[in-house]
């Protein structure tokens, strides 16, 4: 039988950046220098004097969308995992598409390189500089638009935290199609320029499908504008998509119309200890099945990853009873709270009596869901409590899924660098977790400490690994800094080709976030 | 109290295609003759000769692979519609990419311009030659390559019939994300060209979505190949989303990799009669509220849409109590019948309570409810009966979508033009149905005859409607021929110049579906 919830959770959402920002223990170390025979700063690029900033002066007209103070600069150079470190001696806060639009040409003309930066939570170094790159900071571009109550279509700045744009919608009975951990702090347009995944896609879908326009700025200042699109329109290519994962690489997406499904009635959530990943597959294709149109979201995560989630919270996990080697949340939502109960207690039963769920536990509130929701979205965090963490965020075959945590461990045994409670070791463990109904897994290799031998071990083995799988070295994360050299795992010569050709077409003195993605 | 529907309907799935061949009859005019004011041929393009067709066999090794004779070739030449009608003297049938390749790359080289062409079903004449262009036809491309039963992939040649497609998934319990009436002829790959949108655009969203990769090729014969994508991939520019709805415009697609869902065990639909278009509206936003999950297509059509479809299938209204102004078509799908029935029989009953629905029938078998689809289904073809029909398919908010309708009427009244029974009358009446849950309107204005007068009554005046409202001057049938010049209507100037760009970028000979798109 599913015992219920005590409300034994604290409220652990994870607050991304603040925890981890104890700038004066240790400094991180510059990007440019760990990864000094990697990269080099271009010398076309030409470097920022004060004739620049009294023009950026002078179009922001405002002393406070200018940020050239060392220890303010740290904020936007550093990234969360403190794992990059850029030399930026400026951040500039536009506040209007216009003032971006006046910034890029002015950069292009004079080939200053930037890099577009939303809310700085992004996991492959994508928002943060390399070198002396300006930042260019959308958090001044943080209005809703408009909003229709009939079509559900929202129009916001790109600067609008993702949280701030659903609890809005939530107030009309909408939801927004894209749900993760860093809502808090990062920015609806950033999930945009990464083509962000997260924990509805199961339901909603990729934003290629719900992202309706764009307002983005080219590098030579063009205003391309296509935020009056409806829900469907097929007048001509359709451009925005270019934008939708293009890392800050062709332009600056500065507005986004999306298209809003509304807001689910009921939503339950349940927490299963199953004890093999065999069984976490067949639990899912059967809630693919029976659960099907209120399935909203099927997250697996493995024993270690809930070791160290309990540590980092400093509470007990869950499901009690017994320590089980997987763990799986699901999620229903959908329009009638009696059906639904009764579409998922059967299926959780069926699922127990074939033996597949050996025990597990449905939120019986609001409080319990959404602890529920923390527990597992505090893993990433978790995952960073032994000093950091090399983070891999991969698309498999779902029977393969498991089998790269496995043959990473394995590899790091055999390098004798892995002790889960024995701090000589610089490697806690690898864990895994992640989206099993997308086919995306999340590796997190805890470490003691960041160490060009641990990452010997790990790579290029890692993507080899994947590639002898047909997956994708970057499922949701993208390629930022961390695996612009690594693209040829999952892309072939001709598509690679083709990207750089296209990057050449719009960006051809090459400013926007460079260094990066291809 | 709704009745339930008596098994009247024959069985009247709409053959596009065979019914309209008559050629005996009348023949279409050339649309280099109609249209002669408004495009000439590039004289930059070579035309065909003996040595061309010689090095074609070469190709493809096969006699029945190119087509000369004319009464074959008039098959690919004119539309269903019988609106256009090209001047080619040569089809080619390639069997494989590699063909279709060394086939584009020949043409490219020799500036011989083509028309890439799938089930030749299309609405705005993109798929038929305007001059001499060469036809390549993807009928011969019609393998399923692979499906995949965990993760629902299908990979398939693009000259797969969509029926054919989706009989093949219905075996393993999955469906195409798409379904529309030419699902019989159309091909997948023609569908994606277009970026078709449908009849359950509302639950399964666009192909921009579910499209996971493509295999195209490119005007240089250059293959582009991403068929091994998975669900998510965020490495580097998605650069598939630019064929999406291209037209044949940057080059040929000859694979598809489409993520299917599982197919609904419970399949309702609902025929509604109601009184205003008021009333429509208002029996959406409920619907979609209440239904939520479940809803997967939600059609309205006016009552003379269905007088027409009466008079084409020869048998009487499904409702047959009285005529209404308006009718609706809700399907539900979902994974339990009991629930299912309870919440859409809720619903109903609510919205009769309400005034808003004044009679209507569910479907109570397999049958009935094929019976109900074909009946909206045979709208189009119905629209034709007088012997000819202009088409809008138009993107509007949903508050002024059937107001084009009747701004439409009022304007052909004015101009004296129109009489339903009285065929002294060139028109026979403006008609209007479509996807209300997407935005979507068909105009059909149902001729006697095609005519310039009637032509210049109705454009730009449709047009100029649509833009001062904002909408799309196409939703879902796309450009072709049809709507090159209006484009401007739908996108603004920096679109627009960005598109030819692309246009140029990857076709710079301009040998790829030329005189249509922009």
Known sequence: ??????????????????????????????TAETYSTKVSRNPNFKKLDEQDLQHFSSILQDPHGLITGEDDLLFYNEDWMRKYRGQSQLVLKPKSTEQVSSILKYCNDQKLAVVPQGGNTGLVGGSNPVFDEIIISLAGLNKIRSFNEVSGILKCDAGLILENADNYLAEHGYIFPLDLGAKGSCHVGGNVATNAGGLRLLKYGSLHGSVLGLEAVLPDGTIYNS????????????????????????????????????????????????????AVQKVFVGARKELSEILSAFEFMDGKSQLLTGRHLKIDHPIESAEYPFYILIETSGSNKEHDDEKLETFLANTMEEGLVDDGIIA????????????????????????????????????????????VNEKLVEADMVGFDDESKPVVEAIGYGHVGDGNLHLNVAVREYSKTIE??????????????????????????????????????????LMKDLKKHYDPNGIMNPYKYI
């Open 227 to 278: 935020m009056e699109s409806l829900r469907k329109d097929n007048t001509g290519y359709d451009l925005k998509q270019l934008f939708i994962g293009s890392e800050g690489s062709l332009g600056i997406i500065t507005g986004v119309s999306i298209l809003c499904p509304s807001r689910p009635q009921v939503f339950n959530v349940a927490l299963l200890g199953v004890s093999s990943y065999e």
């Open 364 to 407: 019986q509130d609001e409080t319990q869901l959404k602890n529920l929701w923390a527990w597992r979205e505090s893993i990433p965090e978790a995952s960073t409590i032994g000093g950091g963490v090399y983070k891999y965020d991969v698309s498999l075959p779902l029977k393969d899924l498991y089998g790269l945590v496995e043959a």
């Open 1 to 30: 039988m599913f015992r219920t919830l005590q409300n034994r959770l604290v409220s652990a959402k994870p607050v991304f950046l603040a925890a981890q920002r104890g700038y004066a223990v240790k400094s991180v170390p510059l």
């Open 456 to 497: 010997q071990v790990l790579e290029p083995f890692v993507y080899e690994w994947i590639q002898s799988k047909k997956g994708s070295i970057s499922a949701e994360h993208g390629l930022g800094f961390q695996k612009k050299n690594y693209i040829g795992y999952t892309k072939n010569d001709v598509e690679i080709k």
